[in-house]
Each structure stands twice: as C-alpha cells, then as structure tokens.
C-alpha cells in the first residue's frame, strides 16, 4: 500500500536535516545510529526537494500567459530595472 504524500513544512524538513548532517558530523553515533540519521536525512532530502519542485510549479502557473507561453521575470530586479 502507498503512503500518501502530505505536503512538507519545508522550513521545518530543512531544520530536521540541518540537525541530522550536525549529528552525523558530530562523529558521537554509533554506526547503527548513523545509518539510522543517514536514511532520515536522505528521506528529509527528498522531501524538501518535492516541496522545491512543487512551488517551482505554482509560480510557473501564476507566470503562464493565456496563449499557454511563460513569461520569465527576474525576481530581483532593482527601481531602474536593472538585474
């Protein structure tokens, strides 16, 4: 049976896989207890990474013209226009 997806607290996942990668560096894991944060790392990775791509999504709907074309803008363009 698939586990549904719910969607990810990127802020939250981020934060968790901070603290495993600190865990893991930290050298103080037993080697079961290293492969144990290891999984929950690479689990929160692609988490964080389906959340990235699902709002990378959203936006590329919000900038999609009518004709079905994208507009790109550059986010962080200054008062004069330039990038």
């Not at 560096?25 to 988490?47: P, V």
């Not at 936006?59 to 986010?75: A, H, I, M, P």
């Amino acid at each position: 049976m698939a586990r549904k997806r719910t969607a990810v607290d990127f802020e939250k996942a981020l934060a968790e896989l901070e603290a495993r990668v600190h865990q893991l560096e930290s050298g103080d894991l037993s080697l079961e207890d290293a492969l144990k944060a290891f999984e929950e790392g690479i689990r929160l990775t692609r988490d964080c990474q389906q959340a990235l791509t699902e709002a990378e999504q959203k936006v590329q709907l919000l900038l999609e013209k009518s004709d079905g074309s994208t507009e790109r803008t550059d986010f962080f363009e200054d008062e004069d226009g330039d990038a």
